[in-house]
């Protein structure tokens, strides 16, 4: 039970494949007053970008559909708001998507307040010489093959989204922990100038941002790290006060595991300097942090510091950077190693014979070196499946690899088998800049009748 | 005498373009200082230089009994444009989990 001035605000999605059945769980059991969806991993946009330039209904998460069907009728029931940045490189076609699929559960006219002004592509089109954080060279080297640029917007417009009263709030491009942030800022008033408040808040925002990774998933190790009823795995929320005390707990009687040392590992995933892991609302320390154990599965968070926001937003730059063209075959028996090992050498010299060039090349051996490379110090497996895999400008040269490595079924050593059909996929790089603040207009608009 | 840091403590990859930053959290408090002392950033880089070019940072996290590793070049270019079937770099903290270090106990 959650006493009347606590907020409880739930993580239902931490990408957009994660698993929905525990939120709805979270929806029907767990007594939360948000359930926030986080769907979008770095490349996202740029891929939802493309969905749009061929169909301009399209461009928000796909995922929308199925997890909407599966929720609303337990939110509208219950009262929960959702909160997500599902409108991915089209927040406006999102909202009409689930308006569709609310009129169509039957729950009437359900108003969507959308965040827009994350996509900032004409704006940076204009400022080419802004300096790409990962290599330092001018946003220049890539605008020609720019397919899309989007600034991770702060709490404070999704907060405003909420302000409007509308049920669903759907945004682009938003930083991951400002998702969970806004619930608070919208419940407790609270102000950016109140930074101890702020940290708490997205403090609890990073770890409900990977939903299952508090709560047992990405964590188990047989004997060592027990996870009981892992299958069973539930869906974590905060509880939180206007003081900005936190507890992270889970949905009842679902499985998993919630403590110190699941918390633990997801508090330092994806940081770097812990005394400054920058949003767009604080920078955040969490070298004070201290997690404790108040009761079963319920975890206290004390502690977290910040300095105040920075004067840029990161903006993430989607590229088109050529294809990757993979393909695969298995030998397995006596010199099943040293097989692959030969038909890895055949074809990349035919690929060297028909005059294609890679940027980048890769021979892996599952079963020995496909993760963690030094083939020559590993035992030899009873069977390995071998992957080449190359990045090119040319599609043509992408797709030889995989047709090639088929072709070992019929033209390379003795008894290969299994071969996968070539595979090709569009390279979408992404890189990023800063952006000063000023230069973003973010807004909130309302479809439907509030 | 060695054991793994596995024995000592346990780790999750997390990843941001072409950068892993991999935990590392000790089950038991009094294990800290030993693994402050012997898995330097150095030892670490050692470990990962066939998959990682570096540079390796350290950072302590004393109240949490953990410290972070954040490993530069390690993704094959990064999650976006990697070759790689681990593209996210999740299975490299199992790369630190292998790492041996003098045990601590002979040198009490």
Not at chain 1, 25 to 38: H, K, M, N, Q, S
Not at chain 1, 227 to 256: C, E, H, Q
Request: aromatic fraction near 6%.
């Amino acid at each position: 039970m959650k006493s009347r001035e606590t907020v409880r605000v739930g993580a239902g999605a931490g990408t957009s494949d994660d698993r929905i059945v525990p939120a709805l769980e979270l929806a029907e059991r767990g007594d939360i007053d948000y359930l926030v969806f986080e769907c979008l991993a770095e490349r996202t946009v740029s891929r939802e970008n493309l969905s749009r330039s061929k169909d301009p209904n399209l461009g928000y998460s796909p995922s929308l559909h199925a997890r909407l069907r599966m929720v609303l009728p337990a939110c509208m029931r219950n009262g929960i708001r959702i909160v997500s940045n599902m409108g991915a490189a089209n927040p406006l076609g999102g909202a009409r998507a689930a308006r569709k699929e609310a009129a169509d559960l039957g729950l009437g006219d359900v108003p969507v307040a959308v965040v827009l002004g994350d996509d900032v592509s004409s704006i940076v089109k204009h400022r080419p010489e802004l300096k790409l954080i990962e290599n330092g060279e001018p946003l220049e080297s890539i605008l020609p093959k720019m397919i899309s640029a989007n600034a991770y917007l702060g709490a404070d417009v999704v907060c405003e989204a909420l302000n409007t009263g509308a049920p669903i709030v759907l945004s682009g491009r938003v930083a991951d922990p400002s998702l969970f942030l806004a619930p608070m800022l919208h419940e407790f008033d609270w102000s950016y100038d109140d930074l101890p408040k702020i940290a708490q808040g997205t403090a609890a925002g990073h770890l409900l941002e990977c939903t299952a990774s508090v709560t047992g998933g990405c964590f188990g190790w047989p004997g060592k790290k027990e996870v009981p009823d892992l299958a069973r795995n539930g869906y974590p929320f905060a509880d939180v006060k206007a003081d900005g005390s936190i507890v992270i707990g889970k949905t009842p009687d679902t499985g998993g595991r919630l403590d110190v040392m699941t918390c633990t590992e997801q508090l330092i995933y994806e940081i770097h300097d812990p005394t400054a892991y920058i949003t767009p609302d604080c920078v955040l320390d969490i070298t004070g942090i201290a997690l404790s154990e108040e009761s079963a599965d319920r975890v206290r968070v004390e502690g977290a510091r910040a300095r105040p926001r920075t004067e840029t937003y990161k903006v993430n730059v989607g590229y088109a950077d050529g294809y990757i063209g993979e393909g695969e075959v298995s030998y397995g028996g006596i010199d099943a190693v040293a097989r692959a090992k030969w038909a890895a050498e055949i074809v990349k010299e035919r690929l060297r014979l028909q005059g294609f060039v890679y940027d980048d090349f890769r021979v892996d051996l599952i079963g020995m070196s496909s993760l963690h490379d030094q083939v020559d110090i590993r035992p030899e497996p009873y069977e390995v499946r071998l992957r080449l895999a190359g990045r090119t400008r040319e599609r043509k040269a992408a797709h030889a690899i995989g047709f090639e490595v088929r072709a070992m079924h019929m033209h390379g050593p003795g008894g290969a088998g299994g071969a996968c059909e070539p595979r090709v996929r569009d390279v979408l790089a992404v890189k990023s800049v800063l952006l000063p603040r000023n230069l973003v207009n973010s807004q909130v608009i309302v479809e439907g009748t509030l | 005498m060695s054991v793994r840091v596995y024995d000592l403590a346990h780790a999750r990859a997390g990843d941001k373009g072409n950068t892993s930053n991999i935990s590392v959290i000790c089950y038991d408090a009094t294990h800290w200082n030993f693994i402050e002392r012997e898995l330097t950033p150095e030892r670490v880089a050692d470990a990962f230089k066939h998959v990682a070019k570096g540079p390796v940072r350290r950072y302590p996290l004393r109240n949490l009994k953990a410290f972070n590793f954040v490993i530069e070049n390690a993704l094959g270019g990064g999650v976006t444009i990697s070759l790689a079937q681990d593209i996210h770099g999740k299975s490299l903290s199992n790369v630190m989990l292998a790492i041996e270090l003098p045990d601590p106990e002979a040198r009490k």
